[in-house]
Nanobody, 113 residues
Framework: QVQLVESGGGLVQPGGSLRLSCAASRSILSIGTMAWYRQAPGKQRELVAGISSGGNTNYADSMKGRFTISRDKNTIYLQMNSLKPEDTAVYYC?????????WGQGTQVAVSS
């Protein structure tokens, strides 16, 4: 079992920045791949960025150059810069551990002037 707790969401103006955190209940290196997803109202959940146990990262095309995923022992982060109104969504942390998938409760990000 893995428990994930996200934090760091909020309201920000266009062009602003936010840093999301996802705290895991055990060492990330023992889990496997971690990722951030987001879901906007009326849309499907989509991958934002992922980081493998080996540290390799991947990003959705629309986030490249603006978002950065990183990690330390028990936490992954999503640094979001140059935020746009279309980045408004609930952001979820995901962990893939073997054949099991775990989700956090989500944190709301709203980009608006």
């Amino acid at each position: 079992q893995v428990q994930l707790v996200e934090s760091g969401g909020g309201l920000v103006q266009p062009g602003g920045s936010l840093r999301l955190s996802c705290a895991a209940s055990r060492s990330i290196l023992s889990i496997g791949t971690m990722a951030w997803y987001r879901q906007a109202p009326g849309k499907q959940r989509e991958l934002v960025a992922g980081i493998s146990s080996g540290g390799n990262t991947n990003y959705a095309d629309s986030m490249k150059g603006r978002f950065t995923i990183s990690r330390d022992k028990n936490t992954i982060y999503l640094q979001m810069n140059s935020l746009k109104p279309e980045d408004t969504a609930v952001y979820y942390c995901n962990a893939s551990a073997g054949m099991a998938y775990y989700w956090g409760q989500g944190t709301q990000v709203a980009v608006s002037s």
